[in-house]
């Protein structure tokens, strides 16, 4: 399901992201992890109530999500419509036949932009390692390729996990 992107702009989100988290070993890239969804469902925030910000839980499985205070609603308005317009404009500066390029094409476009480069990328990490609850690690794909086994609420962290990380 595409939220938010008309599907040229998912298209060229989606080779975007695959271009600066790859596909490696198992891992198979950051839009099969959930990153164009994950996006989505962050520009669209808004369009629900509550706004989809912070997840609530209870155990394991998020069941809603948590109200704003009227600050941090404002707050967080600014930053997801900022967000919205620099999508907007940095995928079209991007065009939409960035998807049938060569990567070497790709990573110059990509580079035109260093801002919305730095944006795309935090995003997608955000989508690969973040909670599924929010759209993306699809699969939980982004923490097995970390070994993570993913939250530990409610049952914590065993000794085992806390003292044998590097």
Not at 75 to 81: C, D, G, N, P
């Amino acid at each position: 399901m595409i939220v938010w992107f008309t599907e040229d702009e998912a298209r060229t989100l989606s080779a975007a992201v695959n271009r600066l988290i790859p596909a490696d070993g198992d891992f198979p890239g950051a839009e099969p992890a959930g990153a164009v969804t994950y996006v989505g469902h962050l520009l669209d925030a808004f369009a629900y109530d509550p706004p989809h910000i912070w997840a609530g839980s209870t155990g394991a499985d998020h069941d809603g999500w948590l109200e704003l205070g009227p600050a941090e609603a404002m707050a967080w308005r600014q930053r997801v419509e900022g967000w919205q317009h620099a999508y907007r404009e940095g995928l079209a500066e991007l065009g939409t036949d960035f998807a049938r390029l060569d990567g070497a094409e790709q990573d110059d476009r990509l580079a035109a932009d260093a801002d919305f480069r730095w944006l795309l990328y935090r995003h997608a990490c955000e989508a690969v390692y973040g909670d599924p609850a929010y759209g993306g690690n699809r699969g939980r794909l982004g923490w097995q390729s970390i070994a993570f086994p993913g939250d530990p609420f409610p049952r914590g962290y065993t000794p085992e996990e806390v003292t044998g990380r590097d």
